[in-house]
């Protein structure tokens, strides 16, 4: 990976951060939530510390107070004790939900209610521990958790809708999903923000913040604001009809042009999956061909600013009469039939038990996810036309 991509890529959780500083002085909030995780992991430097104080303190400069609460990647039992947070930033315990108004010119506008995990394994159900109290103003939740057992994720302080609607709270500000997500729009509104940066091609897609204005007897206004650094961005190339490759660098290029216009100002990572019946499958398939076309198709992007990355990945299929050899009376037919009555599956539980072993026990299971029914068809798919293309090549 080339050294100024590894240096973005380094940069852009901090240069996130600093954008929702930027929108908040702006917009002159009241005050900023954060929803934990703040670092991916115990391990955090020094810089990536000081560069988030460093925000916090110019919140609190401008009377812009800050809520943290801790979530499973940064408990309080790692957090770093020897550096003082400015005068306006809270951090909530890991002991008890606290309650901390927020205060302007003498008149409390809401309170926010909070805990963070004291270690990273927090299995209890901290939602039942949260209740409204009998303070006027708007009552907000501030928790890192999984609601309702969201797919994808760790069953980190599991809570159910019905816990949070008892909590009384106006608002829950959630975290731990990646992704922004309304689960609910009132009474109380309960929102996941998602993370403010993706982190690896999976967490493709926008990434931001959310602004939020509460108003009495009305439903509240929130407004998610792309504020990530760098942007992922997954797509595909349907190659079906080329003939050269010539044409294959034309439409690649065509369509990376096409992703970066269409985000605003921002260095982006795509990464690209070749599809399609095509002439050219076998050229692609040969040697170092998809590397090499990858190399001169960033070449062509090479000195843009903002910046632009190329991944490419082959799940091209050699060009062949599929109902003529489906009616054959060989191996070959009986083997397309079998692909495609499995394809046709509306549950894929039976297969994943015969992977389970691969999942569970091999030693390279850390490099895997469990696999979806989406991502088993998709396989069944490469591994038909990779069959195909093994016994007529």
Known sequence: ????????????????????????????????????????????SLE?????????????????????????????????ASLEWPERV????????????VEKNGVVKAYIHGISYPQR??????????????????????????????????????????????????????????????????NPTVVYSGNS???????????????????????????FIPIDAVRYVQGDVDLSGTITLEEVIHVVRSRCEYFVDQIDQKDVFINLSLNGRTQVHFELQRGDAIKELQA?????????????????????????DIESLREGKDFIADLI??????????????????LKMVFETWQGKRYLNNLSDEEMKDVLVQAKSLCLDKLLK
């Open 90 to 101: 809270h951090v909530f315990s890991g002991t008890q939900v606290e309650c901390i108004p």
């Open 337 to 354: 039939n079998l692909f495609e009555v499995e394809e046709k599956r509306e549950s894929f539980a039976d297969l994943k038990e015969v």
């Open 197 to 223: 940066q993706a982190r690896h091609m999976r967490e493709s897609g926008e990434k931001g913040c959310c602004l939020v204005t509460l108003n009495e007897n009305t439903v509240p206004l929130i407004q």
């Open 121 to 186: 394994d927090v299995r209890e159900n901290l939602a039942q521990k949260f209740s409204r109290g009998n303070g006027e103003g708007f009552a907000v939740g501030l928790l890192h958790s999984n609601v309702g057992h969201q797919p994808g994720h760790d069953n980190y302080a599991p809570c159910s809708m019905g816990d949070l609607i008892a909590g009384e709270m106006d608002y829950w500000a959630l975290g731990h999903i990646h992704r922004f997500h309304v689960l609910r729009e009132s």
């Open 48 to 80: 990536a510390q000081l560069k988030f104080r460093r925000g916090l303190q110019q919140l609190s400069d401008a009377e812009i107070d800050t809520f943290i609460v801790h979530g499973n990647h940064d408990p309080l039992d790692s957090w770093s």
């Open 1 to 44: 990976m080339e050294h100024s991509l590894v240096e973005i890529l380094r940069q852009s959780t901090y240069q996130a951060f600093q954008n929702i500083v930027e929108l908040a002085l702006k917009e002159e909030v009241e005050a900023v939530l954060i929803a934990g995780d703040i670092y991916d992991g115990a391990e955090k």
């Open 296 to 320: 001169e198709i960033r070449t062509y992007f090479q000195g843009r600013t903002p910046s632009v990355w190329l991944s490419l990945k082959l799940n091209t299929a050699g060009m062949y």
